[in-house]
């Protein structure tokens, strides 16, 4: 499986995956869409290829998508991980890899969805949080879930806490989704090639 990466900020969950010695040899390409993003520096230390755009240069969402889909086919990417990637995604892609884009959200799906989930969880007074990995689909954050793991909300921390309780769990969870993806796809690619 090849796997291009699309972030847009730090890049701590950029990070994590590449620094797991099963995904990193898969993952030919990062994707983003800021250009002075830190995940650009993370990308340095691990010599990846880069495709970064800012979607203002770009008449519509078709035409950037266009342009990002014809890089993922010139690194032959065949599967998508997106990480900290804040941009709804469109038909060009969604179509171009159906079933074969996931994304991470910090809330337990359908709860949630969109900007500030922490902040959402914590303004409804939730007792339970955690993280979804799920497949990307035309809505926001409205894809079919692949796995989820629940995080308890400690009453006196903050929201700061409870995002750095978070960005803990991911670094830990999405890596092992990514990895189960790929053993998935292997396992099919084996089967067929026995047929």
Do not use: W
């Not at 099963?22 to 983003?32: D, E, F, G, N, T």
């Not at 921390?157 to 995002?163: D, H, P, R, Y």
């Not at 978070?166 to 047929?195: G, T």
Request: net charge negative.
């Amino acid at each position: 499986m090849k796997i291009a990466i699309f972030a847009s900020g730090s890049g701590s969950n950029f990070e994590a995956l590449m620094e797991d010695s099963m995904i990193r040899p898969a993952v030919k390409l990062l994707v983003c869409d800021k250009p002075g993003a830190r995940v650009l520096e993370r990308a340095d230390q691990f010599e990846l290829p880069r495709f970064v755009f800012s979607a203002s240069d770009f008449l519509n969402k078709a035409s950037c998508e266009k342009v990002i889909l014809e890089e993922l086919l010139r690194y032959e990417v065949d599967f998508i991980v997106l990480a900290g990637y804040m941009r709804l995604l469109g038909e060009t892609l969604l179509e171009a890899f159906p079933n074969r884009i996931i994304n991470l959200h910090p809330s337990l799906l359908p709860l949630f969805p969109g900007k500030d989930a922490i902040g959402q969880a914590l303004s409804a007074r939730e007792s339970v949080t955690g993280v979804t990995a799920h497949f990307v689909d035309a809505g926001m954050d409205t894809g079919a879930v692949i796995a989820q793991e629940k995080i308890e909300i400690v009453s006196c921390e903050s929201k700061a806490q409870l995002e750095e309780r978070i960005h803990q769990v991911e670094h830990r969870f999405y890596p092992a989704v990514v990895k189960k993806m790929m053993q998935k796809e292997s396992k099919k690619r084996n089967e067929k090639s026995i047929d």
